[in-house]
């Protein structure tokens, strides 16, 4: 038994360490997670960090929901995103442009792609928080009934604190 408690603590210590004030509430944990500007890198094509998350698994990928918002404006807005921005030129024409976040799950981890419609590089991201949320298959597939696009569902349905 004082082995089982050991083995115990020393997970709650990794998960404490590898990931930013990770939550779990019914099964489901969640974490708010800082990305600064410097941690963006460019890959070619987009602008991409990679973010640790040990709750992922290859099951949680198959069959469960990994579910990523970004704090838009104090809106917990879900990825897939895209922004869409326009730029008078200085012969008073309107250039459109758009911005496109989407995101890719691995098993403990995710990545967040930012690209840009001209593909260019462009400017760097600015620093953004980001909510990561890991619904395990069996309670995803019990609670159809929630709307995951909805961060504010979600923390209501699973009774989430932050």
């Known amino acids: 038994m004082k082995k089982l408690s050991i083995i115990c603590l ?5 998960l404490a360490v590898s990931c930013n004030k990770t939550v779990v509430t ?4 969640s974490s708010t997670v800082m990305v600064y500007s410097n941690d963006w890198y460019w890959d070619n094509t987009s602008w991409r960090v ?16 990994v579910l990523v ?11 897939p995103m895209t922004f ?3 730029q008078e030129n200085e012969d008073g024409s309107v250039s459109y442009y758009s911005s496109s976040l989407e995101v890719s799950s691995y098993d403990k981890g ?9 593909l260019y590089d ?3 991201p600015d620093t953004h928080r980001f909510k990561i949320v890991v619904v395990p298959a069996a309670v995803y597939s019990s ?5 995951y696009e909805d961060y504010n569902a979600v923390k209501t349905a699973f009774q989430l604190t932050e």
């Open 10 to 14: 020393a997970f709650v210590a990794l």
């Open 26 to 29: 019914n099964n489901v944990s």
């Open 50 to 65: 990679d973010i640790d998350y040990d709750a992922i698994t290859s099951n949680v990928n198959e069959h469960g929901a």
């Open 69 to 79: 918002y970004m704090d838009s404006d104090g809106t917990w807005r879900q990825i």
């Open 84 to 86: 869409y921005y326009s």
């Open 110 to 118: 995710v990545s967040i792609f930012w690209t840009e419609n001209d």
């Open 122 to 124: 462009g400017y760097r």
């Open 143 to 147: 609670r159809p009934d929630v709307n």
